[in-house]
C-alpha cells in the first residue's frame, strides 16, 4: 500500500488546513488509519487515528477540538481538518495505516505504512 499525503502549505495562525491521504491501487476499507507529525529536532508524535470501521476516532490532547480526522470510503481517502491552527502545529504530517487494537492506536509502531508527509507552517 502506498500513501500519498497532501495539503500542507504556509498559513497564518488561526488558519484552516484539510489534509488528505490517498492510496492509488490499493484499498484503505480494511486498515485503520492515523495521523503523525514530526517538527523540527522533534520525535515524531500521534496526532488522530480512525478506526478501519469510522466508528472510533482518537485525538492527541493538543489536537483535540481542532482537528478532525475522517474517511471517506467512496473516494479511498482518509482526511484531517484542521482549524485554529497554531504555530507549534508545525510540523511534516504523515498518513499511516495499520491495524492496530483500540488501545494502541496512538502508537507508530502499529502502523505498517506510511506516506511521505506532507509539510504544514503555521505563522504567527
Known amino acids: 500500500v502506498q500513501l500519498q499525503a497532501s495539503g500542507g502549505g504556509l498559513v497564518q495562525a488561526g488558519a484552516s488546513l484539510r489534509l488528505s491521504c490517498a492510496a492509488p491501487?490499493?484499498?484503505?476499507?480494511?486498515?485503520?488509519m492515523a495521523w503523525f507529525r514530526q517538527a523540527l529536532g522533534k520525535e515524531r508524535e500521534f496526532v488522530a487515528a480512525?478506526?478501519?470501521?469510522?466508528?472510533?476516532?482518537v485525538y492527541a490532547d493538543s489536537v483535540k477540538g481542532r482537528f478532525t480526522i475522517s474517511r471517506v470510503s467512496a473516494e479511498n481517502a482518509v482526511y484531517l481538518q484542521m482549524n485554529s491552527l497554531k504555530p507549534e502545529d508545525t510540523a511534516v504530517y504523515y498518513c499511516?495505516?495499520?491495524?492496530?487494537?483500540?488501545?494502541?492506536?496512538?502508537?507508530?509502531?502499529?502502523?505498517?505504512?506510511w506516506g511521505q508527509g506532507t509539510l504544514v507552517t503555521v505563522s504567527s
Open positions: 499511516a495505516a495499520g491495524r492496530p487494537v483500540h488501545s494502541a492506536m496512538r502508537s507508530p509502531a502499529m502502523y505498517y505504512y
Open positions: 491501487g490499493s484499498t484503505l476499507g480494511t486498515y485503520s
Open positions: 480512525i478506526k478501519w470501521s469510522g466508528s472510533t476516532t
